[in-house]
């Protein structure tokens, strides 16, 4: 997102597309006493490559495009992972770094699906790493919707998403002006059972639920991420397979 939006600036407005190193740039290298090698590696967009080439702007092939992050090996090395580049998102700056750190977490596993694709215990392995980060990214996204409402002594650990969400636990990190929390219940409620709680919250919007802003929510984007992953090392069936897992971990520990 954040590299379409810095795009986007040049697309519709002026500027010098030059200045931004993350664009203009393919490769260089800077002097770092911290590295094995003694250099740090950033990694750009090569605008000015394609430009040279083509004749206009264009994307090096550094992007995987079916799932919209940084192809292998220059993920760890791409300029827009630079939290200096993040602080345009400087109010909600914590959530966009843990949601661009559990992407890259997805993609890697992703990789490795690939790498040992013929290793079963691997993948199930692996398959259980991506059920374990979507329950945390939906956790985190919980928490960061009711920040207000948090005991500042709770704060980090349920903005981490390490806070179970069961009744107790969430009472407990609540100001006290807040408790006890109210349950809701009546016929009028558009949810009536844990399993359409879970269609609403997990499923792709291709239904009759009215999600507002729950359907943009980075945990969702993280989830489908992860069900390609596992379509792809696993077919059709194996990612079925790993989203009736999700759900039966969902219901149990949620």
Request: with cysteine; proline share 4%; aromatic share 14%.
């Amino acid at each position: 997102m954040l590299m379409l939006s810095r795009c986007l600036q040049f697309s519709y407005t002026g500027g010098l597309i030059q200045k931004v190193g993350g664009c203009w740039r393919d490769v260089r290298q800077q002097l770092d006493a911290n590295q094995p090698n003694g250099l740090r590696r950033y990694e750009g967009l090569g605008f000015r490559r394609s430009m040279k080439t083509y004749g206009y702007a264009w994307f090096l092939d550094k992007i995987d495009w079916s799932t919209l992050t940084f192809r292998q090996p220059y993920a760890a090395y791409m300029m827009f992972n630079n939290p200096s580049l993040q602080t345009i998102y400087r109010a909600r700056y914590h959530q966009v770094r843990d949601v661009r750190v559990d992407f890259i977490r997805v993609d890697k596993a992703y990789q490795w699906m690939l790498e040992f694709s013929g290793i079963p215990a691997c993948l199930d392995l692996l398959e259980g790493y991506l059920r374990e980060l979507c329950l945390c990214a939906f956790r985190k996204d919980v928490f960061f919707h009711v920040k207000a409402a948090l005991k500042p002594d709770y704060m980090e650990a349920a903005l981490s998403g390490e806070i179970p969400l069961c009744y107790d636990s969430v009472n407990d990190a609540m100001l006290k002006e807040n408790q006890p929390l109210q349950l809701a219940h009546g016929n009028r409620l558009a949810v009536k059972d844990v399993h359409g709680q879970f269609a609403w919250l997990w499923k792709p919007i291709d239904d009759h639920f009215e999600r507002q802003g729950w359907g943009e929510k980075p945990y969702r984007g993280l989830f489908q991420q992860s069900f390609y992953a596992v379509k792809t090392a696993r077919g059709k069936a194996g990612a079925r397979k790993w989203r009736q897992e999700l759900k039966r971990s969902f219901i149990g520990s949620h």
